[in-house]
């Protein structure tokens, strides 16, 4: 091969002795910060706070008005504020094992779910050259387990698994937890399994054909093509379903109560509005544990959406109708510009 | 010698026959304009070629060896025979130098060192030196298809093939890719491109293949093709095209 | 002198207005009755062939199939049918001819036949061994009696959810601050809570509340009751109002610009050009939150409603019932509970779809996932 001398056909797009023309920048312009390695962590850390200022602002200005509603309603005597901040402390034990269960079933299911996933994305055709009989049963199966997992409510499912594992296994016990709290954890590790196939699913159909037929003809095996390409790929297109399946687990693991699980739910409702007769100040912890927890996790995860993604990746989400400024406002002023 | 030929090709989709029985033959070094209207199957050749679509029925020789044999690993094949793809199809996760690195990281085993230094060479090659670590989506069509060229490149083909790689191009872009290519068919790289751009086809490449309906019609050199047309549906495509 | 043209002034004579141009309507018997006939006698046949072919494979004798369910079938479609029929006679002809497509019924006659199916598959099962028959039969009455409940609880919570859903969501989309304001904060605090938080909390609010009152103790306990509904269709109405905020928005902002241009007012667009778009987008999102709606009502079982899951609680926990059949009977029950549930959800998605097919427009088809 011949060394690329600076033969003038082939880099007259990146321009002469003057460095690249400004024609030649690309669409975009120059690369974002998340691009190029330039700079330092300073800098990079500065860019990405002005990028996210109105979300920041935003986030800030709830969480004052929330602090604010919070500390008038106590000051009201609408519940005891102190005896929430003094039994707050309390809370964390139950908070840790809700957490627990949620994060562990949900990273468990994930392996499960991009298996399924895969199987249901790509439903076997009748025309084969081999016969591959074994993927029909196979796709059969994760259909009837997905739809069988959304077609019923947790509750029920929980039941199920409770009694089955009851009437086979009564004395089970694993790493200190009874075969109550095992019950519970298979039984929320099937849910979101069923829920997170369909959200890989997604994903992995969503990926363009042409990326696969790339990989393809770079010489990868399908093996690769879906580890190297269109997993990556999927990740980034379903970050937001999959925090939402996560949120939608962690409120599921309250019904996790009824089975005698200590978790947040149980403890509001036995301990403090059961034994200790406090039910509003009961509420009011548990919505702020709640709400703490979900609010944070969606924004956080919407922020890195906008801010970390790479250029031109992932679903665009819908630009709501976040003024540009925060003042002067209303439709009217918005109509003024295009 | 012929380098990679293809005997007999024929595939249908459904009850939609789009080749009827190609036979093709590609020196080594030489450059293959494929030309037709579209529709007549000129991208499936192509994908024939590289085994990205299994024909019905036929072969496709490299080097004497047999493609289509199942017991040939189509990795293996798509190593030996690169792909420039019409809409680029550059991995929009991974950045340029990534996008190069990949196959041969991945399909070739190479380790990363070597393999990232063969991508930068390779962008260089291109004339891509400054965009090492940008993302297709912050690179002009342009660009974006002369990094699936380095791509391609990359990996050591013996025969690259070119799938209409400037039909998704503003105009001003077309001219950088196609000089790459013209510089690519000047140092006897294997190429067989598929293309609507008639002034490259005429300069550029040893030999063109007017290609309708499924099978060639006529082929040969560039000023046979284009001045003397022998068939009647080559004379009012080429009548069409060239006013 | 020229004569001066005396015809070029005047005007010439009124043209009456053209008269009102109606849309010609077919004759009676129409062209939907033509189309009717051999649809619905289709669909009455299959539900007689059904309950043929299932006698004869002797499953009669099963609790609930001893109603001439075929019959019943029968007389059901040909009351549509005649709906349909006077519907194209008088209505514009535009809905005849899509009421009465095959589209639509083919929805209706799959979703008939699943449930069929799986009726038969799963007393096949039982006919096999796999479980007691007779021990699953006997639980069926009173599964089906919290089966209906659970239904009206569900036809309370989904309209009630869908204009709470459609108000915030509008809400959400307006220039006013407090407006949206106040929405986002309702749509962040409903979707955060889990609902059997609400329900149970909601429930215990109302019954302390109502404790030193003077209202009846009956009265006082149907009141928390229905309190832990309101919670539940406050909880999906935050969900629908994000649905149905995603479908105004989707909505392509020029087409406001036009409406506006030819001079409609803007709260008349919302109506004629904004919602009914938005409205077909966000139809299968919301056949999604529907069934989402059918699971979460199992959770009012706690406050002590008698719908599917309250009744099959209260039957696994019934004394009288041999022993030896107490965990395996718990887990027949409650797979019995599972399988109505998911005939529920599997109709109320299926009409989703048929409403979908109703409304479908050439080109605002929303991606099924």
Known sequence: MTDPTPDQPLQTSEGGPNGPSPEAEGHLGAPSAAGTPSGGLGTRVR???????????????SL???????????????????FIISTFPQALSPTETALEFTTFTFVLGMFGAIGLGLVRAYPPKKVRRRSLVWRWPLYGFASGYVAAIRGTP?????????????????????????????????????????????????????????????????GLSRFQVFVRVTLPQSFRLITLPLANEWISNFKTATILSYIGIFEIFFWARTDIAGHLGRNLEALVMLALIYLMVNVTVSRVV????????????????????????????????????? | MTHLSARGLKKSFGTLQVLKGVDLDIELG????????????????????????????????LDNVLLTNPRIRPEWVRQQIGMVFQQFNLFTHLSATKNVMLGLRHGKKVSRAKAHEKAVFELNRVGLGSKLDAYPAQLSGGQQQRVAIARALAMDPKVILFDEPTSALDPESIHEVLEVMAQLAKERMTMAVVTHEMGFAREVSDRVVFFDAGKILEQGSPSEIFDHPAHDRTKSFMDKILR | MTAVPTDLGRRSPPVPPPARVRAARPPFPSRSLRRAVPIGTGVALVGVAIYVIVGLLGFYGVGTLKTPLAFVLAAAVGAALSVGVVAARWLDPKWAGRI????????????????????VFLIGLGRLGI??????????????????????????????????????????????????GFAAYYVDFFRSMPPIALIFFASLAAALALRNSGIDPYTAYLITQWVGVVALAFHTGAYQAEIMRAGILSVPAGQTEAADAVGISRIRTMFVVTLPQAFRISLPPLGNEFSSVIKDTSLLSVIGWFELSGTALNLVSEAGRPPESYLYGSIVIWVEAAFLYFVLTYIVTRTVRVVEDLFKVPGLEAAHL
Not at chain 1, 64 to 82: C, E, K, N, S, T
Not at chain 1, 304 to 315: C, F, T
Not at chain 3, 163 to 169: A, K, N, R
């Open chain 3, 100 to 119: 009465l497509t095959w589209a639509v019924w083919k929805s209706v006659l799959q979703a008939v036949l699943a449930v069929f199916g799986g009726l």
């Open chain 1, 47 to 61: 860019e990405l706070l002005w990028k996210s200022r109105t979300s920041l602002m935003l986030l800030g200005m």
């Open chain 1, 154 to 218: 947790f509750l029920v499912q929980m039941y199920v698994v409770f009694y089955i594992l009851i009437f086979s296994y009564p004395t089970l016990t694993f790493g200190g937890w009874s075969v109550y709290y095992l019950a519970g954890f298979f039984a929320l590790l099937i849910n979101t399994t069923g829920y997170q196939t369909e959200a890989f699913r997604g994903g992995f159909q969503s990926v363009e054909a042409g990326q696969t037929e790339a990989g393809k003809a770079v």
């Open chain 1, 302 to 338: 919407t922020w890195v959406e906008k801010v970390r993604r790479i250029p031109g990746l992932g679903v665009p989400i819908p630009e709501v109708a976040l003024p540009k400024r925060l003042f002067g406002l209303g439709s009217r002023a918005r109509q003024g510009r295009t």
């Open chain 1, 64 to 82: 004052a008005v929330a602090a604010g509603l919070f500390f008038a309603m106590g000051a009201a005597h609408f519940y005891d504020i102190r």
């Open chain 3, 131 to 180: 479980y007691r028959l007779g021990f699953a039969e006997s639980q069926i009455p009173a599964l089906l009696k919290g089966f209906y409940t659970s239904l009206e609880v569900v036809a309370v919570i989904i309209p009630l959810g869908f204009v709470l859903g459609f108000l915030v969501g509008w809400a959400r989309t307006t220039g006013s601050l407090i407006l949206r």
């Open chain 2, 30 to 61: 030489e450059a293959l304009c494929i030309i037709g209207p579209s529709g007549s199957g000129k991208s499936t050749l192509l994908r024939c070629l590289n085994l990205l679509i299994v024909p019905d029925e036929g072969q496709v020789f």
